[in-house]
């Protein structure tokens, strides 16, 4: 999904004659923590309620804190995560997206963004979650894959986290099916770590694990 699909129209721009009490006003009707500004169609960047607060006048332009603009913006073609970078870099409600040309074409929303990241990960889809956490040399997506579609699965979506201090990888595989038990203990029989997983379980497989720990547990 291109940043062009998700334009918001509704967000007002501001021009740099526009005061600095009207430029508060909006970002309250709106409640955004930032607006853009341009000059006619032309991006010149965006400006924050924290900056626009404390500005001695509300009556002067904006154009008084043009040095607090924060100019960085994304294009209009390029893939949607781009902008949730922006919203994380810039911790903004709001993602300006440009054309070739530096023309405003609109903005995307904090909340269009997490419906489209809602999409984008699949959590939309009913299945089972498995967590698994491994060595970077450990992590291939085809051996991974084929534990899954060996027991009758497909990954819908499969999410990788490095930790900065230990170096391992977290990996978070959404799956097509509810019932994972028997795919977990693929995993395990591999000596992948499962860290957890979720899913419905068959009430006929708790009473079996259960059944077979008493055994073990009275050695019979």
């Known amino acids: 999904m291109l940043t062009a699909e998700l334009i918001n129209n509704n967000i007002p721009r501001l021009q740099l004659q526009d005061s600095v009490g009207k430029a508060i006003r909006l970002i309250n009707d709106y409640r955004v923590t930032h607006l853009p500004v341009v000059n006619e169609e032309i991006y010149l960047g965006m400006i924050s309620e924290d900056d626009l607060l404390d500005a001695y006048d509300e009556k002067s332009g904006i154009e008084i804190l043009q040095e607090h603009f924060v100019h960085d913006s994304v294009k ?21 997206v440009i054309s070739k040309t530096n ?6 929303t904090a909340p269009d963004l997490l419906k489209a990241m809602a999409a984008f990960s699949g959590s939309s889809e009913f299945g089972g979650i498995i967590v698994l956490e491994m060595e970077r040399q450990q992590f291939s997506v085809s051996q991974i894959s084929r534990i899954v579609e060996s027991n009758d699965a497909v990954i819908l979506n499969l999410n990788t986290t490095r930790h900065a ?3 391992m990888l977290t990996v978070t595989l959404h799956l097509n099916k509810q019932e994972v038990s028997a795919i977990v203990t693929a995993f395990e029989r591999y000596e992948y770590n499962v860290l957890y997983s979720f899913g419905d379980e068959k009430f006929e ?16």
């Open 76 to 96: 209009d073609d390029v893939h949607f995560l781009n902008a949730v970078n922006y919203t994380s870099l810039h911790e903004t409600s709001i993602v300006p």
């Open 205 to 220: 497989d708790n009473i079996d694990t259960n059944y077979r720990h008493l055994m073990n547990y009275l050695d019979i």
């Open 103 to 108: 023309a405003l074409t609109g903005v995307i």
């Open 165 to 167: 201090d230990s170096g």
